[in-house]
């Protein structure tokens, strides 16, 4: 797939098949790409405007126009993996205003979900790239489940096909959770970049439960080392896979003025707190 522009491959196959990820039997399909954080694809200019962070008013043709997002989704999954992919959306879809609908065959711009080999994993392009735009769900092989266990895989690339980033790349990230960087695979260490207070915006507080969060041991160099840990007490557990939190579902809300009116707000903040993590 290199010719949709994945620019920002940073290692090599090579250099990836030699590495042991911490408490993983095998690397985690989210991690495996080699791109940026792990999971996510960025165009050049793109990427040197995250590099200072990101706001989505610099950039607004990355948002998706009125919070639509046609999808179509690859032949090749089993009914069963189907299945998963489609619950994550009807999730997505009954949590916040976006509405992911199957594309009509005449929208330019679509999201083309596809169990892509090279690079496989799962991975995204962050907010609307334009065209037929790829998400990468890998499905279930004998190693694993891969992307498509639970729906919260195929939530989280999902989230960064709206816009969405890492928890953990937050500006004020250093006030809650501590970077080991002495265990982090040398190559990856960029990955725990965080962007700039000049220009990123927050309207939630820190969520450790965000299903965008790294798990305490992303891209270890040594089982049972740590490379991000809470600093906040009565803190259990950082990240997870299982389905939007409270603040996923409410930042996703936010981003697309799903709070313009009164009774949309209560609606959606409702929805969240009674279904989010």
């Given at each position: 797939m290199s010719s949709i522009h994945l620019c920002l491959i940073s290692v090599s196959d090579e250099g990836l098949s030699n590495i042991t990820l911490s408490d993983e039997e095998t690397m985690d399909p989210e991690l495996s790409p080699g791109l940026f954080q792990g999971d996510m694809a960025l165009t050049n200019d793109f990427y040197n405007f995250w590099r200072v962070g990101l706001k989505f008013d610099i950039f607004p043709d990355k948002l998706w126009k009125n919070g639509v997002v046609p999808y179509t989704i690859s032949p090749l999954y089993e009914p069963s993996e189907l299945v998963t992919i489609l619950k994550a959306i009807k999730l997505i879809n009954f949590m916040s205003c976006v509405r992911l609908v199957p594309w009509d065959g005449n929208a330019k711009d679509y999201l083309l979900i596809w169990p892509i080999k090279y690079p496989k994993g799962c991975w995204s392009f962050v907010g609307r790239y334009g065209g037929a735009q790829i998400l990468s769900l890998q499905p279930p092989d004998n190693k694993g489940p891969n992307c498509l266990g639970t729906e919260g895989r195929a939530i989280h690339e999902l989230m960064h096909?709206?816009?969405?980033?890492?928890e953990q790349s937050r500006w004020d990230r250093d006030k809650f959770v501590k970077i080991h960087m002495d265990n982090i695979i040398p190559q990856f260490k960029a990955n725990f970049d965080k962007q700039s207070l000049d220009n990123t915006t927050y309207s939630f507080e820190y969520d450790y439960d965000s299903i965008m969060h790294y798990g305490r041991f992303f891209f270890s160099k040594k089982k049972g080392k740590p490379t991000i840990t809470p600093k906040q007490p009565n803190v259990k557990g950082i990240g997870q896979r299982k389905a939007m939190s409270k603040g996923d579902c409410m930042k996703l809300n936010d981003l697309y003025g799903c709070?313009?009116?009164?009774?949309?707000?209560?609606?959606?903040?409702n929805i969240c707190n009674f279904m989010g993590l």
């Open positions: 096909a709206l816009g969405v980033f890492h709070y313009k009116t009164p009774a949309k707000r209560r609606k959606y903040y």
